[in-house]
C-alpha cells in the first residue's frame, strides 16, 4: 500500500514521536523514507540579527544550521536503520511547507507523516501550522501525529 514515506521533521518531541509509527508501518510494504529538515529561511534572517557579533556573515550562520541538522538527521537514520528501510535525509533552505510540498512532487511519495506541532508553538498560533497547511495543500494521505 505504501511504499516511500515523506518525514519531514524539525526534531521537535512530537516529529520524534512519529519514528514509532514509520517503524509500524514496515509491514505495511513501506520501504523507503525520506526525511527531509527544512531550515526555515525567514528564521536563520530572524537569528542572523541576534547573533551576527558571534559569527562572520551568513555563510558561518548557513554551516552552523546545517551541522545542527545533519546531526537530528544521523540520529533518526540511526533510530531506523535496524528495520531495514532504504534512508534518504535532505537539509533544504526556505519555507517548510514550499520545501515539503516540492518533496512530495519529487520523489514520488506515498504518503507524509509528520508531526502535529513543531518547536515554535508562538509562530504557529499566529501563523497555522506547518501540519495543518501539508494536511490541507499535499496531494498523498498525511498522516498527523500528535503529542
Do not use: W
Amino acid at each position: 500500500m505504501f511504499r516511500k514515506i515523506l518525514y519531514p521533521t524539525d526534531f521537535s518531541d512530537v516529529s520524534k514521536i512519529a519514528i514509532e509509527y514509520i517503524k509500524q508501518l514496515k509491514e505495511s510494504g513501506v520501504k523507503e523514507i525520506l526525511v527531509l529538515h527544512v531550515i526555515d529561511e525567514r528564521d536563520a534572517q530572524f537569528n542572523y540579527l541576534y547573533i551576527m557579533d558571534e559569527y562572520s556573515g551568513d555563510k558561518s550562520l548557513k554551516q552552523r544550521l546545517e551541522n545542527e541538522a545533519r546531526k537530528g538527521l544521523t540520529e533518526i537514520k540511526d533510530k531506523l536503520k535496524d528495520f531495514g528501510f532504504k534512508i534518504t535525509a535532505r537539509i533544504e533552505f526556505g519555507v517548510p511547507l514550499k520545501e515539503i510540498l516540492k518533496a512530495e512532487q519529487e520523489e514520488d511519495v506515498s504518503i507524509i507523516i509528520i508531526g502535529s506541532h513543531g518547536k515554535s508553538n508562538v509562530a504557529e498560533m499566529l501563523l497555522g501550522s506547518v501540519s495543518e497547511k501539508v494536511v490541507r495543500k499535499c496531494k498523498k494521505p498525511v498522516l498527523v501525529v500528535k503529542r
